[in-house]
C-alpha cells in the first residue's frame, strides 16, 4: 500500500495516532488529500486535540487544488460560520457547486436543495433536478425522495408518477421515514401504481415507526376514530 493508503487504513481501523503521524507527514509534503483527511482529525478532535482554525487551514490548503471533500468542508464551514470563519452563504453555494462537480454525492444534494428553495441562488427547479439525479445516482437516499417531489408535481421535470413511484421506492427501501409516507400517498391516490388503501396505510404505519410527524398523526387519528388498531 502506499502511504496514504496505509494512513486510510489506520484510520479506518481506529488507529488514530498512525493515522495522524502518515497524514502529517503527507500533508507537509503537499498531498491534498491527506490536507483534508488531517484537517478533518483536527475538526473532530480525533487523535489530537480539536482545533478548527487548524481544520480550515488545511481544508483551504487542499480546496487550492479543488480536493473534492476539502471543498465540501470548507462549503460546510461557511454555510454555518463554523471554525472562525464568517457566514458567507453565497462562497459556501460556490464551494458546494464546485464539490458537486467533482462528483461528492452530499454536495451534489445541498446544491440541488439550494436551486430548489432559490437559497443564495436563483430558484431553478430544472436544476435541482439534475443534482438530485446526479446524487441519487451515488445512492443518496434524501436525493431520491426529493427528485421524486419534483416529478410527482411536474417541478423543473415533465410530471411522470410513475418515475415519482420508482423514486420513493428506492429511498424507502435505504429505510427514508419521509419515502415511505410519499409512497403511501401513491398508493392511496392510485398515482404511477395501483390504488391500494391497505398498502398506504401500512407504509403510512412504516413512516410513522420511523417517526415521520405527519404519518404519526394520520395514524393516532385513525385509531382515535377506531378506523384501525394495531
Known sequence: MTPLETAHQAYKNGDYVTALTLYTQLAQEGDADAQTSLGYMYQNGQGVAKDEIKALTLYEQAATKKQPYALFNLALIYDFGKAG????PI??????????????????????????????????????????????????????????VLYKE????????????????????????????????????????????????????????KGHTKAKEIIRKLQEDGKITF
Do not use: P
Open 85 to 88: 470563519a464568517i457566514k458567507d
Open 91 to 148: 462562497k459556501a453555494h460556490q464551494l458546494y457547486l464546485e464539490s458537486a462537480i467533482a462528483g461528492v454525492a452530499e454536495a451534489q444534494y445541498q446544491v440541488a436543495l439550494q436551486f430548489e428553495r432559490g437559497i443564495t441562488c436563483t430558484q431553478n427547479y430544472s436544476e435541482a433536478a439534475f443534482w438530485y439525479e446526479e446524487a441519487a445516482k451515488r445512492g443518496h437516499a434524501e436525493a431520491f425522495n426529493n427528485l421524486g
Open 154 to 209: 411536474g417541478m423543473g421535470v415533465e410530471q411522470n408518477y410513475k418515475r415519482a413511484f420508482v423514486c420513493f421506492e428506492r429511498a424507502s427501501q435505504m429505510g427514508l421515514a419521509t419515502a415511505f409516507y410519499n409512497l403511501g400517498q401513491l398508493y392511496d391516490q392510485g398515482l404511477g401504481v395501483k390504488e391500494d388503501h391497505d398498502k398506504a396505510l401500512e407504509l403510512c404505519r412504516q413512516a410513522a415507526y
